[in-house]
């Protein structure tokens, strides 16, 4: 499900972290990190929003084994997935912010649109 990317990290620690950002990017709503983590991060989000609009219990297991926290869950299924009913797709959207300062990383927001 994830690209190519390996973030100079092991398999498991990159999916811990990719995990707890997408959560933390669910609950809320936007995120400030580098580009390369965004274009990662977009991906999942997308396919746990498309998780959401289908509103049943195995979609909702499938969320909660990827999201980290039950009341993000719940906040996917009740608040963020309906926003999106009549939506297919392009759920987020990617702004570049310039480079941070101390290592010269190129950042981006990426958002719920």
Do not use: S, W
């Not at 092991?10 to 983590?37: C, N, P, S, W, Y």
């Not at 909702?60 to 990827?66: E, T, V």
């Not at 906040?75 to 392009?90: D, S």
């Amino acid at each position: 499900m994830p690209g190519t990317r390996k973030l100079g990290k092991t398999t498991d620690q990159r999916m811990a972290m990719l995990r707890q950002q997408v959560t933390d990017f669910l609950d809320h709503g936007k995120m400030e990190t580098t580009i390369t983590r965004c274009k990662e991060i977009k991906p999942l989000a997308e396919k746990m929003i498309t998780l959401g609009k289908k509103n049943d219990l195995a979609a909702y297991r499938q969320a909660l084994a990827f999201i980290t926290r039950e009341d993000v869950a719940q906040k996917l299924f009740k608040e963020i997935a309906p926003k999106y009913a009549e939506r297919n797709g392009g759920y987020t959207r990617i702004i570049r912010t310039g480079v941070r300062r101390g290592d010269a990383a190129e950042t981006g927001i990426i958002e719920l649109v």
